[in-house]
């Protein structure tokens, strides 16, 4: 059940709030003023007051509040002060019986005579009521806030006016709230507002709509995080940043795609205050869906032009419609639902029919065709109109028209007619799918498209719908295989014949082998790059002969001819733009910005990557293949940078992302959210993924995140288990990531070893030799997931941060077999690891293992490079691991100078002591191994912890250990 917005935190309105408590701070100080706060109905104005007040209250502040009733013409004067002069204290009471005109306001006040000079007794009233307020005021601060001004009466309008035009040196803050979207042209509080905005002491605050953001944290709250994310979206966006209309539309979630029906009565009533054209008028309107222009409101609504001028000015001076763009809007979208969701169903049918005749949009056109159940003629529309969606580069409408088309296909009379085929249409649903992100939708209209091509006996024409359909698989990681038996399909229906276009796409996708399996022949596949190339440039296929120089381009690299790549690259980039071939450009220029950082050059690699998400933008395809790995690539490289709050920052830009994107984005944030120690926001964002999807790629770097997060934490079982989450998902794949993969077993070794130091201490040596064959056992599933690992200079091989994981994972191998192999965490410090964060992290592990060889200097150095690096990234849990183990071996980090060092020369026996109680033994169990009383076992330890300066049992032991003063005890 969502929580009504009282009963949650104050979302969004923390700078009005401010700004509301430095005018009552401003009041309290000796300058009266007024606040004139204004907003549309449900924006959020009786929750920003009720703020105040609390806060004005519990500050000392003598309160009183009012509210202007909507009672039509009759009025009830002066009712929002009779209210607040109700709230006074008996002793307040008592100062206001001595200004007996304010009987007509106080019921109890002994009453005056009414005289003949009803504007005399007016004064008079008006100037008992400052004059209370001000003696009030010489007591405390008085805040008197009223409530829906646009409904107060003429004497209440009156006497605010004059209160406001008399504030000076009171203490005293009038703050008033009145709706924008009551206030016709001839409201009578207009008059009012312009002569109080002109006051020195009155300030206008505006309360505008939550922008999406507060929205959705908005319905969140009020939904207590039991809806999903897609749901929250929706329901801030329909809302159009109203907070009423957040709480009424979280409150009926689940009840139907409609207006509320206590929301819709709200809204509707609005349209009851119209004259019968108005609202006959504001029903055509609702029809449109969008702006509409006058002369089609002339055509569809039948009214006489000067008579549709007339109710037009109504309906815009009642805030129902806005001007805007040469023609109409409704002020609010679920206005428009609401009249739209109350018309007859005849009625709308008609009004869509009349639209029909006038709007000249295709788009539109197979709308209203579609509503006015013309079928035939919404079928042609789509057609058209998913047209030009593609032209303009909507990939997500053009897919929407095309699925309209593939529903109508089987229910129109000789749907060809409409200029296109049934395969037609599912090719273009892939492509437009493809385009948009809809990486399922996109396969199985795929699959559709295929199937339908094989009952047309066109060997060529199955090739080129089973090569779509391998495009479309591709972002799928678990399709290897099926994208393998695709390709050779596609190959066998075309090896046989003579060079073609579609031949020599097939080659061309044949060529890219490696981006769907390890088991390939490279060989072979520069063959098909190469055949591929000169096939398509013979049959003028430009677009495909630019495809495949962007294959060979990859292929120089693994060669070792970065520079020829890069040149290869940037020569497909400017052909394919050059001819309108957007999905090769942007292949293109993503793989050469990833060419440029392996090899050092990040900044113009930053730069490209970065370019890519405003080119692909630019040509409709934010959220195709290319787009999507782009925003997620440039995330990460902000990652391995040390650039964590911009990569935060990018992984926000999902504007119109489909689910999966959004997914895919925000997981490689758990590896910022996991080395900052946010790990509250980690959790919620692993939950939210969870929920979103099931995408494999996905859950491997929000995995790999979570298993940092658990090291961190102190939990290195829990860190396994995620480890073994990413393997075994990476087990399922043709071609798992390498740099995942890597990633995953650093996490895992790291974790491991935690677990046999753990046990080394306590004597534990079966829990010792399980960690260690565990981690043989994950070693051997890397193997087997990246089987060319230690092979040919293939990409994964020689990437930054794959070398980075791998020389972690070497030394934490070392280190798990109880070795310490200097050269090994030399590799994982040295420079060829270009993340800064993993030289952190391995100066802090090596370390340790200085302290224990008792290497103090060396150590020293690690921990004052680690500790600044941290210090520098702002890696919280790095640092604070750094200095607690700088901290326990008594090494001074820079600003943090430890004082000298207590003796330390233990006593043979003293040793003993702590050996035992290392390996978990009490007092009386160590008296016991030694021969020694309980009592003197208690005395040795004491003088252990007083020369290592350590509080406890578990100190001692920690620093004895980091000090190399006592080793694993063997019971």
């Not at 944290?217 to 995080?225: P, Q, R």
């Not at 609005?270 to 409101?297: F, N, P, W, Y």
């Not at 959220?623 to 935060?648: H, N, P």
């Not at 330890?941 to 001692?956: D, P, Q």
């Amino acid at each position: 059940m969502p929580r009504i917005g009282s009963g949650i935190p104050l979302v969004g309105r923390q700078d009005e709030l401010a700004e509301l408590k430095t005018a009552l701070a401003t009041a309290a100080a000796g300058r009266a003023g007024a606040v004139l706060v204004s907003g549309d109905a449900g924006v959020g104005k009786t929750r920003l007051l009720t703020e105040l007040v609390a806060a004005a209250r519990s500050g000392g502040t003598t309160v009183f509040t009012g509210r202007c009733l909507d009672v039509d013409e009759a009025g009830l004067p002066y009712l929002p002060f009779v209210e607040a002069l109700g709230q006074l204290t008996p002793a307040q009471r008592a100062m206001a019986e001595h200004r007996s005109v304010l009987s007509r306001l106080m019921p109890g006040v002994t009453a005056v005579e009414e005289s003949n000079e009803p504007a005399m007794d007016q004064l008079r009233l008006f100037d008992a009521v400052h004059g209370l307020f001000s003696d009030l005021a010489a007591q405390a601060p008085v805040l008197l806030a009223i409530e829906d001004l646009h409904w107060a009466d003429a004497s209440t309008r009156d006497l605010i006016l004059f209160l406001v035009s008399r504030l000076y040196t009171q203490r005293i803050l009038i703050v008033g709230t009145y709706r924008l979207d009551d206030l016709h042209r001839r409201h009578p509080l207009r008059p009012v507002l312009g002569e109080l905005s002109r006051l020195s002491t009155v300030e206008l605050l505006e309360l505008r709509p939550f922008d999406q953001v507060h929205a959705e944290k908005l319905v969140d709250e009020l939904a207590d995080g039991a809806l999903p994310p897609a749901t929250v979206q929706k329901i801030a966006k329909r809302s159009e940043g109203n907070a009423f209309f957040c709480e009424e539309l979280t409150a009926a979630y689940g009840d139907g795609a409609g207006v509320p029906a206590g929301l819709a009565d709200l809204l509707l009533a609005r349209i009851e205050r119209l004259s019968g054209d108005a609202r006959k008028v504001v029903r055509a309107a609702a029809v449109a869906s969008q702006i509409v222009t006058h002369a089609s409101l002339a055509t569809v609504s039948g009214l006489p032009g000067d008579v549709l001028e007339e109710v037009l000015r109504e309906t815009v001076q009642h805030n129902v419609l806005v001007t805007a763009d040469g023609g109409y809007r409704f002020r609010h979208a679920l206005l428009r639902e609401a009249v739209y969701d109350d018309l007859l169903p005849g009625e709308r049918v008609r009004l869509h029919a009349g639209y029909a005749q006038v709007v000249t949009s295709q788009a539109l056109l197979a709308y209203h065709s579609f509503r006015s159940h013309d079928l035939p003629g919404a079928l042609a529309a789509s057609v058209r109109a998913a047209d030009e969606a593609g032209k303009m580069g909507a990939p997500g409408e053009k897919l929407r028209h095309v699925e309209q088309a593939l529903e109508l296909w089987s229910v129109v009379p000789d749907p060809e007619q409409s200029g296109t085929t049934e395969l037609g249409l599912l090719r273009a649903a892939t492509r437009a799918a493809i385009a948009a992100g809809e990486v399922e939708r996109s396969v199985e209209y795929g699959k559709a498209a295929v199937a339908l091509a094989d009952k047309l006996d066109d060997p060529e024409l199955s090739a080129l719908t089973r090569h779509q359909l391998a495009i479309a698989s591709i972002s799928l990681e678990h399709r290897g295989s099926d994208i393998q038996r695709i390709v050779e399909e596609a190959w066998e229906l075309v090896r046989d014949r003579p060079a073609s276009v579609v031949k020599a796409k097939v080659l061309a996708l044949a060529a890219r082998e490696w981006v769907w399996s390890w088991e390939v022949d490279v060989e072979r596949m520069k063959s098909l790059a190469e055949q591929a190339f000169q096939d398509a440039r013979l049959l003028g296929a430009t677009a495909v002969e630019v495809d495949a120089l962007v294959t060979k381009a990859v292929f120089a690299e693994w060669d070792a001819n970065i520079e020829e790549a890069i040149a290869m690259g940037k020569a497909a980039i400017e052909r394919a733009a050059s001819i309108g071939a957007y999905d090769v450009e942007l292949r293109a220029r993503k793989n050469t910005a990833v060419v440029l950082w392996m090899n050092g050059e990040k900044t113009e690699a930053i730069r490209m990557m970065d370019f890519i998400i405003t080119r692909s933008a630019q040509v409709g395809l934010s959220w195709g293949l290319s787009g999507l790995d782009a925003r997620v690539e440039r995330i990460c490289m902000r990652y391995a940078l040390g650039e964590w709050a911009e990569g935060l920052k990018l992984a926000e830009d999902v504007d119109g992302a489909p689910t999966v994107a959004r997914a895919r984005m925000m997981a490689p944030t758990l590896w910022i959210l996991a080395a900052q120690g946010d790990f509250d926001t980690l959790d919620a964002r692993a939950e939210l993924l969870a929920a979103q999807s099931e995408d494999l790629f996905t859950h491997e770097m929000g995995n790999v995140g979570r298993a940092e997060a658990a090291l961190w934490r102190g939990r290195p079982e829990e860190a396994v288990e995620h480890v073994e989450a990413v393997l075994s998902a990476m087990e399922t794949l043709a071609r798992g990531s390498v740099t995942d993969t890597m990633m995953a077993l650093a996490m895992g070794v790291w974790a491991l070893c935690d677990i046999a130091e753990a046990g080394r201490r306590r004597g534990d040596q079966a829990a010792v030799d399980a960690a260690i064959d565990h981690g043989a056992l994950l070693e051997q599933r890397v193997h087997k997931i990246v089987p060319q690992r230690y092979g040919r200079g293939r990409r994964g091989e020689h990437h930054p941060e794959s070398r980075a994981f791998q020389a972690r994972v070497a030394a934490e191998l070392s280190r798990l077999r109880g070795h310490h192999d200097t050269q090994l965490w030399q590799d994982a410090v040295g420079p060829a690891v270009q993340m800064e964060y993993w030289v952190g992290v391995a100066s802090w592990r090596w370390a340790s293992l200085l302290l224990t060889d008792g290497n103090r200097d060396q150590a020293a150095e690690r921990l004052v490079a680690a500790y600044e690096i941290a210090v520098n990234l702002g890696a919280n849990p790095l640092r604070d691991a750094v200095t607690e183990l700088a901290k326990r071996s008594r090494i001074s980090l820079p600003g943090n100078e430890i004082a000298a060092e207590p003796n330390s020369d233990l006593t043979p026996r003293e040793l003993a002591v702590l050996e035992l109680v290392a390996a978990g033994l009490t007092n009386r169990q160590v008296g016991e191994r030694l021969y020694i009383s309980q009592k003197t076992a208690s005395v040795h330890l004491s003088r252990a912890m007083a020369k290592l300066g350590a509080a406890n049992r578990t100190e001692v032991v920690s620093i004895a250990h980091d000090r190399g003063l006592i080793g694993q005890y063997q019971g």
